[in-house]
């Protein structure tokens, strides 16, 4: 019975995987927190350039003389958005360009983002969020 006893205290008292044990417990928690800062990071960043993506169409409009030629040219800047802002994927962009002459005169530009094939797009998957799109707006009035 002694020479059942003495082995089993000496491995109780060994501490030579205590670290490897800590490190299975707390590395989920660790990287699940690293991936939550870097996902939402992402996805203020993509918010961002969502709303100024339509602040600065509205803003280039301003050139226009005529409604049209308003239009024509919030349309101009959407069109080249990947361009100006690179986290944003041409394709996932759907603009709407609202001009009007009267009452007073203003353009209103609607954007909204797919978020579809991004790690936003994962993570909302993982934690069982409906988030699909991003939304930004603008007004401006002349």
Do not use: C, W
């Not at 394709?91 to 609607?110: E, F, G, K, L």
Request: avoid cysteine.
């Amino acid at each position: 019975m002694t020479k059942l006893i003495t082995p089993l205290r000496h491995f109780t008292r060994r501490e030579n995987g205590a670290v490897a044990i800590e490190f299975v417990l707390l590395a989920p928690l660790l990287f699940g927190l690293l991936f939550g800062i870097v996902v939402i990071g992402y996805a203020m960043a993509l918010s961002h350039s969502v709303q100024q993506l339509a602040g600065s169409s509205a803003r280039a409009s301003v050139a226009g003389i005529t409604t049209d030629e308003r239009r024509e040219l919030a349309q101009a800047y959407l069109d080249n958005a990947s361009a100006n802002y690179p986290l944003l994927v041409q394709s996932s962009i759907a603009p709407t360009v609202a001009v009007a002459s009267s009452p007073s005169a203003n353009i209103r530009v609607d954007v909204r983002y797919a978020i579809d094939g991004s790690i936003v797009d994962l993570a909302s998957g993982i934690l069982g969020i409906e988030m699909t799109h991003l939304e930004g707006s603008a007004y401006l009035a002349y």
